[in-house]
């Protein structure tokens, strides 16, 4: 099946400092992408979708200024999470379509997000 | 896109099938069943979808009611690596992708 790597798997930073995390999808252009967030114990909740060449779609309740959204080309997103707060800790992980058929939907092995 | 209602827990034994129920009374003509499932810290991964019809794939089977209001889920020999939370989404081609995850049925496969 087709692969989709996060860079970071792990990270910490201190409370005010902003953090990227990469989404890349290695063997196939995605035309779209999707991010989700993901508290312990707790479902996916989808944070944003993702478009390559246009501004992310955020859904209600998640601060656009907050969590920047890139998509530059068909293989990478970027989600930067600014002035991170221990609230922010949380699993971040990102999907990614072939652009084929929406329902293809290859998830990332998500970025675990520590702020201190 | 409609609601899905699956139990919160299930334990199946090593070697035998395991059978996930999901009930989507509310789903509409042009919505999929789809099933995803998540090993503990790590993303979900896409296992089987239908229409309306049953499909089959190297990893289940899915049986979808005449009425399409309910699916089950088949794992036909369930190993100690199929523990994970597994999830029934009603989606429809006007959603453009957007996957609405609930909580899902945590299976854990014991020896």
């Known amino acids: 099946g087709a692969v989709v790597s996060q860079h970071p798997s792990r990270v910490i930073c201190k409370s005010g400092t902003s953090v990227k995390i990469e989404c890349r999808s290695l063997?196939?252009?995605?035309?779209?992408m999707f991010w989700y967030r993901q508290f312990p114990k707790q479902s996916l909740m989808l944070m944003a979708t993702?478009?390559?060449?246009?501004?992310?779609?955020?859904e209600q309740g998640v601060e656009k200024d907050k969590f920047l959204i890139n998509h530059a080309s068909l293989t990478l997103s970027t989600l930067t999470v600014t002035s991170a707060h221990p609230e922010d800790s949380s699993f971040y992980i990102c999907?990614?379509?072939?652009?084929?058929?929406?329902?293809?939907?290859?998830f990332g092995p998500g970025t675990r997000l520590t702020v201190t | 896109d409609a609601k899905t209602t699956q139990p919160p827990s299930m334990d199946c034994a090593e070697g035998r099938a395991a059978n996930l129920p999901c009930n989507h009374s509310t789903i509409s003509g042009n919505e999929y069943v789809y099933w995803y499932r998540q090993i503990h810290s790590q993303g979900p991964q896409y296992i089987i979808h239908g229409l309306k019809n049953n499909e089959t794939n190297e990893m289940a089977s899915l049986i979808i009611t005449e009425d399409r209001k309910s699916s089950t889920l088949i794992l036909p020999h369930a190993t100690l690596r199929d523990t994970a939370v597994y999830y029934c989404?009603?989606?429809?081609?006007?959603?453009?992708?957007?996957?609405?995850f609930g909580a899902g049925t945590q299976v854990v496969v014991t020896p």
């Open positions: 999907s990614a379509t072939p652009g084929q058929g929406w329902y293809e939907q290859y």
């Open positions: 063997d196939f252009q995605a035309t779209t």
């Open positions: 989404i009603v989606i429809g081609t006007d959603s453009w992708g957007k996957l609405q």
């Open positions: 993702s478009n390559e060449g246009s501004k992310a779609t955020y």
